[in-house]
């Protein structure tokens, strides 16, 4: 079912019920360092230029004081940061990766399968999933003519190594030998790096779509890489 290649240290492998805790703490990474692209998106959104502008404003009316204006454009700045900060840790804290938590029932089946890139010290760095497009939400077309692409992400001191180009390139793999007509995916504008790897290895941003979560607006895009139409991946 998996598949194994051995480069720079770091293979690239099936799951193994082991990983379980690794896994899990590979993802979290991934999802906190977001925080910082997602602060540049926010602090960009014309909701929150205002807000701070006119707070900004506010004060130095009040008090007259640039010390006291600036103070509160500081803070405003600092607890958006932390506001981003503690969705985070309660996001980790939900049902975000709740798939994760027993990877044998929900991907080693039939048509699916999970990854993990392991380094040369045994430490997983890296992951990818491929499930069924249909499991995850409804779909107009066969269920099985999909692949859903999940759980992309690499270790942070991992990072620009070509491991997530690996792991994706097993995922195409797997997909053709298992006669998908095409992968999907989402991702969003705070994973721009993410956006790059994918068009980088073929994909293609077929909707761009505002998507509501958790009182954020996330521009969202969907990726597709369309089996038939590329074949560069055997
Ligand atoms: C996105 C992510 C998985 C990339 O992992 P990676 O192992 O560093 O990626 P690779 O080294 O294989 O990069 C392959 C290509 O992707 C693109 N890329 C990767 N990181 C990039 C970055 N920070 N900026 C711009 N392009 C980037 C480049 O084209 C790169 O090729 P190059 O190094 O020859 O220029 C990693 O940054 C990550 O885990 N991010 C957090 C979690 C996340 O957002 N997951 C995506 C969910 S959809």
Redesign the pocket.
Known sequence: MGTNTAEMGVKIRTFRPSDTRRIRNVLI???Y??IDPAFFVGVRRPSVIGAVVAWTAFMYYWTLSLLSAITVFVALLFIYYNSLLIAAYFLTKGPLFDDVQDVQRNYMKPRRNFWVAEADNGQVV?TIAITLKSLDKPANERADDVAWLRR?????N???????????ETAIRFCRRNKYRRIE????E?????K???E??GFRCVNTWARRQYGFVLWTFTLVYDMQQDSTYH
């Open positions: 990474e991934g999802l360092s977001n890296g992309m992400a690499v270790s942070e991992y990072r620009r190594q070509g491991i997530a180009k690996r792991l994706v995916l989402i991702t969003t705070v994973q721009l790096p993410a790059a790897l994918y980088k290895m």
